[in-house]
């Protein structure tokens, strides 16, 4: 069952944006702290931000101050508007709630973003 689907990834140039979405399926989305992941070949998954039920925020230092997380709990909805991007940001990223079943169960094809003159 698709839970979480992502999209909005593409290629673009160093210093341009992007908006990522990701819409859910998931019954009591409102309820979860949904995060932003990305992983570049060879490494580990990383978390680059995430956001609370109640619109509260975190952001890895990698991302603080390119980097906007919402979400829409109506739609079940949650964006991550990326600005300044630069090579580092070359990822497939994925969204996912920050609960231990979904995060040992569930990870979707994501959208790959790559940063590229």
């Known amino acids: 069952q698709v839970q979480f689907v992502e999209s909005g990834g593409g290629l673009v140039q160093p210093g341009g944006s992007l908006r990522l979405s990701c819409t859910s399926s998931?019954?009591?989305?409102?309820?979860?702290?949904i995060g932003w992941y990305r992983q570049a070949p060879g490494k580990q998954r990383e978390l680059v931000a995430d956001i609370a039920y109640n619109g509260y925020t975190s952001y890895a230092d990698s991302v603080k101050g390119r980097f906007t997380i919402l979400r829409d709990n109506a739609k079940k909805l949650v964006e991550l508007q990326m600005t300044n991007l630069t090579s580092e940001d070359t990822a497939i990223y994925y969204c996912n709630a920050q609960n231990s079943a979904f995060l040992q169960q569930h990870w979707g094809q994501g959208t790959q973003v790559t940063v590229s003159a």
């Open positions: 998931v019954s009591a989305f409102s309820l979860y702290v």
